[in-house]
């Protein structure tokens, strides 16, 4: 999961507003752009903390925009994530269209301030954040507070900002040398707590002839009293490869014994390499460094040679970097102020807590790969393949509170994951049949090759024969002379999907965003057009209803 992490297992509050002590004097809009739930939960966390300070928050989806009485609304929050190749959250999606229209002119006397989460591996860092925040001073909004953009480890710069933005919003209210409480408790189990908990399974879901590595993990909670709902992702702390933690100490004629200071204390740089720090892509600060202490590096990540640089970059890591003939000398401790915090990592949990009591499981893809002479490791994938049975693994749960199966349990389900993709609604299929859900399923997945690749098909086939899977659409790319994919097939069976739709029933998308999910996205429009006799400007109009009724929802990274 892409991009954008948070998380402990906290019940979020239901009601868009939220309860508020009756000396609350000051009105406060928080409108939140959330794919995973981490900008959700935020959002909902910041409000909590500006009731302390004499606010009245109100909390709500970006794309309830039509709700809001704007002329009663004075001060707005803005707290949105970003995914994919720079795109809004899809509940923030409507409210970035509308702000495009001259209606959104009802917004210039508002007085706001925007914090924007985002992961800094993708080029476009934080887009959706800067978008809004540029087109609210655009139409005539006051900011108070600069835009604030946060990295994966957000926590302390969404605390500063909140802090920052409650005292200019109300001056004098917020007292001086109040500590304000923090965002994220550590009181139980959480990303800043996680859990040490053991791997109980770890086996290949592909045949040996595959070309891929696909596994199946499974992970006990006991002993954590974490909880976790079907659609809820998995946070777990990695630790990097040592041959690679090697590499860079040869690199660099370090001995790893060399003391340096962290924010977690001080500690042998080796340990630091290997399980706090980020030592695979790259950091800005790195970059900059190499560009003003050689030649050669301030040439190429010039402006004039940007493209250039870019191509040099693409597929390349920090340890190709320290490997160029570069001979820029640096100390230890200067070197690991230069990399970033090593991020924890979000997996769609592939299980039900009610029929895998005490247990999560995860469908991972395992990358490895060779580029520029040199063998690559997803830090991730390959720390639980090749490494987690050796200690414990520092888990959390990442609540998913806007992927969820429908609360009517007669409403058909259509879901649509490919591959990895497929996690969720495993564990969907399983709470359905727990709870005896009596609601139709269709699943649709794909992969390379049926005879290697197809993930689950016991499971799969079994719930197909019993009934509970009442339709299982697969698409085998590689199994014909003719690539065929998961949207292939919706468009082959268009009628049926469009009945379904008709009927009621939700549609789910789980995988990559970048392609899969906007090829999905387009075949629906044409299923609806083609099936359902509507125009394209009347097709985008009824995925967008689906959406409004929760009843189009994508787990896409």
Request: aromatic share 8%; hydrophobic share 40%.
């Amino acid at each position: 999961m892409a991009g954008l992490l948070a998380g402990k297992n906290l019940a979020l509050e239901k009601p868009s507003q939220i309860e508020t002590a009756a000396s609350a004097t000051i009105p406060l809009l928080i409108l939140f752009g959330s794919q995973t739930g981490t900008a959700e939960k935020l959002a909902r966390q910041i409000a909590k903390e500006s009731q302390r300070s004499g606010y009245r928050p109100q909390v709500l989806e970006a794309a309830q925009y039509a709700k809001i009485d704007w002329r009663k609304e004075s001060n707005l929050l803005v707290v949105t994530s970003t995914y994919g190749d720079g795109e809004m959250p899809d509940n923030a999606q409507p409210f970035w269209e509308w702000l495009q229209t001259e209606s959104a002119n009802a917004l210039a006397h508002m007085q706001f301030s925007v914090l924007a989460l985002g992961d800094t591996n993708y080029e476009q860092f934080c887009a959706a954040g800067i978008k809004i925040d540029s087109r609210l001073a655009q139409i005539g909004a006051k900011r108070l507070q600069p835009l604030v953009m946060c990295d994966v480890d957000y926590e302390a710069k969404a605390q500063a900002w909140t802090t920052d933005a409650l005292a200019a919003f109300a001056p004098g209210k917020i007292a001086s040398g109040v500590v304000p409480k923090p965002l994220h408790s550590s009181s139980e189990f959480s990303k800043s707590h996680p859990f040490p908990a053991q791997l109980l399974s770890n086996r290949r879901l592909n045949a040996a002839s595959s070309e891929k590595e696909t596994r199946h993990f499974e992970i006990s909670l006991g002993g954590s009293q974490l909880a976790y709902a079907a659609g809820d992702a998995l946070g777990i702390y990695p630790r990097n490869c040592p041959k690679l933690v090697d590499d860079i100490l040869l690199a660099l004629h370090f001995n790893g014994e060399e003391t340096v200071k962290l924010s977690e204390g001080e500690m042998a740089l080796r340990p630091a390499l290997l399980q706090h720090l980020d030592i695979n892509k790259p950091s800005a600060e790195m970059l900059r460094h190499f560009a003003v202490n050689h030649n050669r590096w301030r040439d190429l990540s010039s402006l004039e040679n940007d493209a250039e640089f870019k191509t040099w970059l693409a597929g390349r890591q920090l340890i190709d970097l320290l490997s160029e003939p570069a001979n820029v000398k640096i100390s230890p401790a200067e070197f690991v102020t230069l990399l970033k915090k090593l991020a924890p990592r979000l997996y769609s949990i592939s299980s039900s807590p009610k029929a895998h009591a005490g247990q999560v499981h995860l469908t991972i893809n395992v990358i490895r790969h060779e580029a520029h002479g040199r063998e690559r490791k997803g830090v991730g994938s390959t720390f639980l393949a090749d490494r987690a049975g050796e200690a414990p693994v520092p888990i959390f749960v990442h609540a998913s509170p806007g992927f969820r199966l429908p609360a009517d349990e007669q409403a058909p389900v259509i879901m649509v994951g490919p591959g990895t993709g497929i996690a969720p609604f495993r564990a969907f299929l399983h709470e359905r049949r727990a709870v005896n859900a009596q609601g139709r399923n269709w699943l649709f997945f794909g992969e390379q090759r049926a005879a290697t690749d197809f993930y689950y098909r016991d499971e799969l086939e079994a719930m197909f024969s019993d009934g509970h899977l009442t339709k299982l659409s697969t698409a085998f790319s590689r199994d014909q002379a003719n690539k065929i994919y998961v949207q292939h097939r919706m468009r082959e069976q268009a009628a049926e999907l469009w009945a379904w739709l008709q009927d009621g029933a939700y549609f789910y998308v789980c995988g990559d965003a970048a392609r899969m999910a906007k090829d999905v996205d387009a075949a629906l429009h044409q299923v609806i057009q083609t099936a359902g006799g509507k125009s394209a400007d009347e097709a985008k109009s009824y995925v967008a209803k689906l959406k409004t009724e929760k009843r189009y929802l994508r787990d896409v990274y």
